[in-house]
C-alpha cells in the first residue's frame, strides 16, 4: 500500500460499521419488503395526483439522520422521486 | 443466591460452546458450584468440548420425561468435582422440551449449584426459546463481523422482550492486527452497535483450537484466551477486573519486525 492510498481507501472495517447501522435501524424498525411495497405505492399515488413521476426510478429506504434535538441519530424515511413533469395534470 | 445464566448469539458458530465450557470451568475453578446443560437437542457438542462425551449415560430429555434422576443424568467433570454437565439428547428433537419444563429444571438446580449455566442452540426458534425460558441473565457471545452483529442485535430485542434483568456482551475471536490495520471492527465498535455492556473480548486464539482438539477448557492458563475467559468468570461474579492487552506478543523479536513492516 502506498503513502497516498493510506488516505484514499477506507478499512474494510469502517465499510462493514456503516453497513452493519444502516441495517439495523431497518432491521430494527421491523420494516418488512411488503410493507415498503406498500408505503412506496401510496406514495406513488398520492404525489401522481400532482404530477408526472418515473414510478421505476423511485427509490425509498429507512436510514438514519442526526436529529435536530442532541438525542443522537434517528430514523428517517429517505424517498428520492424523479420528476418526469412539473406541469400541473388539471 | 444461584444464578441461571444463558449463553446465546443467534449465529451459529460464533463461540457459544466454546463461552459457556471456559465460562462454567473458570467458575469452577473459583470454587463455585456450576452446573453446565447443554440444550441443543439433537446436535450435542458441550460435552465432546468439555472432553465428557464417554460418560454419557442419561440426558436432559430422559430428565424431563421421568425416565431417570437428575442425579443420574449429571455427569461429573474430570477435574473439578463441584463442576457437573447435563448433556443433551443426540437422537431427539427440539419439540421434546418445552419452556415450562426447562423453568422447573433450572429451578430444582438452584438449590444446589451457584451457577446454572445453558448453551443455548444457534437460531431463535423453539430451543433458544426452551434455553432462555428459566434464565435469569445472559451473555451474548458475537464476533466482529456484520452477520453475528446483525444476528445479536436481533436476540438483544427478543431478550428485552423477555425481560431478562440483565445481558453482557462477549465480542469473541478479535484480531487485535486486523482491527489496528483498519479491516476489522473494533471492540468500541462492536460495544457502541449494540449498546449493551461489555464483559469480556476473547481474541482469536490457536490455543483455543487446540484446547477444543483436547477436550479441556484453557480458562485460566496463561494463554490470552484462557487470561480473557479468566476475567469473564471474574466479572460474571461481579468484581472488576482491568481489561487484558489483546495485541498480545510484545517481544523484541516482534517489535522489530513490527519496525520492518511499517515500511
Known amino acids: ?90 | 443466591m444461584s444464578e441461571v445464566i444463558v449463553v446465546t448469539s443467534g449465529k451459529g458458530g460464533v463461540g457459544k460452546t466454546t463461552t459457556s465450557a471456559n465460562v462454567g470451568t473458570g467458575l469452577a475453578k473459583l470454587d463455585k458450584r456450576v452446573v453446565l446443560i447443554d440444550t441443543d437437542i439433537g446436535l450435542r457438542n458441550l460435552d465432546v468440548v468439555m472432553g465428557l462425551e464417554n460418560r454419557i449415560v442419561y440426558n436432559l430429555v430422559d430428565v424431563i420425561e421421568g425416565n431417570c434422576r437428575m442425579k443420574q443424568a449429571l455427569i461429573k467433570d474430570k477435574r473439578y468435582p463441584n463442576l457437573c454437565l447435563l448433556p443433551s439428547a443426540q437422537t431427539r428433537d427440539k419439540s421434546s422440551v418445552t419452556p415450562e419444563q426447562m423453568k422447573k429444571l433450572t429451578e430444582e438446580l438452584r438449590e444446589e449449584y451457584d451457577y446454572i449455566i445453558l448453551d443455548c442452540p444457534a437460531g431463535i426458534e423453539q430451543g433458544f426459546k426452551n434455553a432462555i425460558a428459566g434464565a435469569d441473565r445472559a451473555i451474548i457471545v458475537t464476533t466482529p463481523e456484520v452477520s453475528a452483529i446483525r444476528d445479536a442485535d436481533r436476540i438483544i430485542g427478543l431478550l428485552e422482550a423477555n425481560e431478562l434483568k440483565r445481558t453482557d456482551l462477549i465480542v469473541n475471536r478479535i484480531r487485535m492486527d486486523m482491527v489496528k490495520r483498519g479491516d476489522m471492527m473494533s471492540i468500541a465498535d462492536v460495544v457502541d452497535i449494540l449498546g449493551i455492556d461489555l464483559i469480556g473480548a476473547v481474541p482469536d486464539d490457536e490455543s483455543i483450537v487446540i484446547s477444543t482438539n483436547q477436550g479441556e477448557p484453557l480458562v485460566g492458563d496463561d494463554s490470552l484466551a484462557g487470561q480473557a475467559f479468566m476475567n469473564i468468570c471474574y466479572r460474571v461474579m461481579g468484581e472488576e477486573v482491568p481489561w487484558l492487552d489483546l495485541s498480545g506478543k510484545s517481544s523484541l523479536w516482534s517489535k522489530i519486525s513490527d519496525i520492518f513492516k511499517k515500511k
Do not use: H, W
Request: aromatic share 6%; charged share 30%; hydrophobic share 40%.
Open chain 1, 1 to 90: 500500500m502506498g503513502f497516498f492510498d493510506m488516505f484514499k481507501k477506507k478499512g474494510s472495517g469502517d465499510m462493514a460499521k456503516d453497513r452493519l447501522k444502516l441495517l439495523l435501524v431497518s432491521d430494527r424498525a421491523n420494516c418488512t419488503p411488503e410493507l415498503m411495497e406498500m408505503i412506496k405505492n401510496d406514495i406513488i399515488n398520492v404525489i401522481s395526483k400532482y404530477m408526472e413521476i418515473d414510478a421505476e426510478g423511485l427509490d425509498i429506504q429507512i436510514t438514519q439522520t442526526e436529529s435536530e434535538g442532541n438525542n443522537g441519530s434517528v430514523p428517517a424515511l429517505y424517498a428520492n422521486i424523479p420528476i418526469r413533469d412539473i406541469k400541473q395534470k388539471i
